[in-house]
């Protein structure tokens, strides 16, 4: 055997040895196949199918618009078939802390880890403002006092009001157990995917009918500007990964429902994109400030399936949000369980076996953040789409590593000619990398978003310091 394998795997050993005296019990094993997809799912698909469906038609055209989710959707395939495969070997609660840990030791797992972290917070805290807006579009009595702005966008106390019962309600799911969170989760997505439907239906009986939008519009430049937020519109499916301990099927099962879950949210995409594009008009797109529910009101005549449409959103909105407080709460877990964070993050709720204080930390972060106003969140959300890339960066190197140094790894779900799989994810997370840098139209805003990334930056490097002997030691 390899001098490297021989290393990978007392790496293994040793660390599972120690994560079992850390936590004698362990995470609870119930999740089911249905539950498991709901879960990856779920997360891909939040509100901006229902907030930012429009904008990718006007950009692209009502045939340029799947066209870019099916292109950028492919690039991001590849990474998912990474995880599929690193999942099914190590199927133990953190993910790519795992994986990175094993192939390229404690310290870049460290770093990684830290980038999904950052990135999974960022979305937990922004939904917490998702949710008002999408609830105010069937209530707008919700928007009662403006308590003050933060750089131009205003507080509301209505809104924030909505914001922390919603943080309240998603944080006790998971507080309860990852059941309780999994049948939320498979509620919300049964409403979802019925409403989707509700759109898609009406787009093909009815969108004949509808002045359609152009097929294409502004060329090869219309269709690069969708490509550009493909990877943040699927972000999630590595929350299969992250809650690995927590299911209940082969290791081999990992990997496959893996690969479908992202299959299914980039043909999600692409189908709600034609369907749109096939229920509004070009003049329409301009001036709607919600063009997925205002397409199905054209496809079926009537206003009642818009407001479905967007009953669907807040469901997304709930289904995004539950499975990354989920994903962040075990990666907590996971690195607090190495030494990389403080221990109470490790512990487990002796009743209902959830890292509880991970949970709430993630809980009360979304409480505050509708103080903050929607303008930094959505800096925040930049920011951290900008980290999970460098995670995936991460990922592919460890990919590749493993697959030289323990060929004969024991890989359940096993990507045939695996190193040129390797290849093409890491050379797409380069370029969907450079997709955020200065020199990019589709760039970070300097200095604010810059700033934000330099912030999260310095802050791992205390974390960092703080937790050096306890990496080294790893």
């Known amino acids: 055997m390899p001098t490297g394998a021989r290393q990978g795997r007392a790496l293994s050993d040793s660390q599972a040895e120690a994560n079992a005296s850390r936590n004698p019990e362990g995470l609870k094993k119930v999740l089911n196949a249905p539950q498991v997809i709901a879960l990856s799912f779920g997360a891909m698909i939040g509100w901006s199918w229902v907030l930012l469906s429009a904008n990718w038609v006007a950009d692209a055209g009502s045939i340029g618009a799947p066209l870019a989710f099916l292109i950028g959707g492919l690039a991001i395939l590849f990474i998912g078939l990474l995880y599929a495969e690193l999942a099914s070997a190590m199927p133990q609660a953190g993910g790519e802390h795992v994986y990175v840990l094993r192939a390229l030791g404690p310290h870049a797992s ?10 999974y917070a960022t979305v937990c805290v922004f939904e917490a403002v998702a949710l008002p807006t999408g609830v105010e579009y069937l209530l707008p009595q919700i928007r009662f006092k403006t308590l003050w702005q933060v750089e131009g966008s205003p507080v509301d106390a209505g809104f924030v009001l909505v914001g922390v019962v919603g943080s309240l309600l998603v944080t006790w799911a998971n507080y309860m157990g990852i059941r309780t969170a999994a049948i939320v989760q498979s509620v919300a997505t049964a409403i979802i995917v019925l409403c989707g439907v509700l759109l898609m239906t009406g787009a093909a009986t009815n969108g004949s009918h509808v002045e359609a939008a152009p097929a294409f519009t502004n060329g090869i430049a219309g269709i690069t500007a969708v490509i550009i937020i493909v990877p943040a519109m699927l972000v999630g499916f590595d929350v299969i990964p992250q809650s690995a301990e927590e299911i209940n099927l082969p290791p081999r099962a990992l990997g496959v429902l893996l690969a479908v879950s992202v299959a299914f949210a980039i043909a ?84 209902y076996g959830t890292p509880h204080i991970a949970v709430l930390t993630i809980g009360i972060a979304c409480a505050f953040a509708p103080l903050a106003g929607r303008t930094i969140l959505v800096w925040l959300v930049d920011a951290g789409s900008f980290t999970i890339v460098v995670a995936y960066l991460f990922v592919a190197v460890a990919f590749l590593a493993l697959r030289r140094n323990e060929p004969d790894l024991e890989r359940p779900f096993k990507l045939p000619a695996g190193v040129w799989f390797g290849r093409i994810a890491l050379l797409c997370g380069a370029a969907l990398f450079c997709l955020y840098l200065p020199f990019s139209p589709s760039g970070l805003l300097w200095p604010q978003e810059w700033l934000i990334v330099l912030g999260m930056g310095i802050l791992g490097g205390i974390t960092y310091a703080v937790h050096r002997d306890a990496i080294a030691a790893l």
């Open 110 to 119: 460290f770093w990684c880890s830290w980038a999904l972290l950052m990135a």
């Open 268 to 351: 999600w995409y692409a189908l709600i994109s034609y369907s749109v594009g096939l229920g509004i008009s070009a003049e329409g797109l301009r001036t709607t400030s919600m063009g997925t529910a205002d397409a199905a009101s054209n496809l079926w005549g009537s206003p009642l399936a818009g407001q479905l449409l967007v009953l669907g959103g807040i469901g997304g909105i709930l289904t995004s949000w539950n499975a990354f407080v989920l994903g962040a709460s075990r990666l907590m877990f996971a690195m607090a369980r190495d030494g990389m964070l403080p221990s109470a993050f490790a512990r487990l709720h002796p009743q």
